[in-house]
């Protein structure tokens, strides 16, 4: 009887402690153990290619009104983040400026779209924008001025470059200044990143 009795109490504990091993407490999120998240620019598209043309406001239109209009170039970013924390991250938003060759930039993205990255998993979230060959003028004639003239460009041979060289991804295009904001349980984390795909 005495052995059935330490033999029950051991399968009893051995019992105890399997359950007990099966049972994981979650892990919750604090300053010391918020890892920030691993952020990594996969592939840059253009979705869409029209050409490289530019017409004024004194160009009559086949049909519509006239204005000075250029060439849209549309362009789709897939970004990777890598959670390697123990509890789910919420990715709230980012924001970057993409640049041609480098240092023209030609527009800032902004997303707002929230995406949860589960504990230890990889999700990819994708930013779209769009330039014109007018906006980049625009933004060129105002912060690209003393950069062209620099490398002995006018703002419609950078413009023609561009058109022309990033739908063939023959010249390289930054995103940098990003910012990228993750959430757990009310901390945050901003994270900067800036790379150059070739």
Known sequence: MKKK?????????????????????PV???????????????????PQYDGYWY?????????????????PLP??????????????????GMKFTVA?????????VSNQDASWIPAGKTNQVRASTLITVRSG???L????GYKLKARGWSPWKALERWWTGVPDYTLPVTVHEGAFVFKADGLVKVLPFETTFK
């Open 100 to 108: 041609f060759d480098k240092e023209f930039d030609l527009v800032t």
């Open 55 to 71: 017409y004024g406001s004194k160009t009559k239109p086949t049909k519509g009104k006239a204005g000075n209009h250029g060439a």
């Open 5 to 25: 009795l330490v033999l029950m109490t051991v399968l009893l504990f051995g019992l105890g402690v399997v359950l007990t091993s099966c049972v994981t407490i």
């Open 137 to 139: 003028l625009l933004s």
């Open 28 to 46: 919750k999120p604090s300053a010391a153990n918020f890892k920030a998240p691993v952020i990594t620019l996969e592939s840059f598209e253009i």
């Open 75 to 92: 362009m789709n970013f897939v970004f990777s983040i890598e959670n390697p924390n123990p509890y789910p991250v919420l990715l709230e």
């Open 141 to 144: 004639l105002v912060t690209g």
